[in-house]
């Protein structure tokens, strides 16, 4: 698979989670299920590396890879605790498994391109 096209499935699928867990988590604050700043609280980590994955830093792509892990447990506690929900957090944790792939692919691939990694170290 070429670059390009990991950068815009990695970059589509990370915008699309975005949304599916902005919506979410803000309909839950509308609701009064959760407080507004506790729902703040759960999209801000998310939004944190916005700017490196649109610009396709592989940088960022490296390390927003750990953030995603925290909402995988979220929408993995959601699947087996949630009744109504079932179907949202098979959706959330499937594209967040298939954006925990295609981050490091992506990361890995374009930094070989850039010439980025770790310098040996000369004699």
Known sequence: MKTQTL?????IGYMALVLLLSGYFIRLGLN??????FSLLW???LL???KGIITGNPYTYAWGSFILCLYLL????LVYVADGAFYFAIVESLLIGALLIGFPYYARYRGRELGLGIKKKKK
């Open 7 to 11: 950068f815009q499935l990695c970059r």
């Open 32 to 37: 009064g299920n959760y407080s507004l700043v």
């Open 43 to 45: 999209v801000i980590p």
């Open 48 to 50: 944190l590396p916005l």
């Open 74 to 77: 979220h929408g993995l506690t």
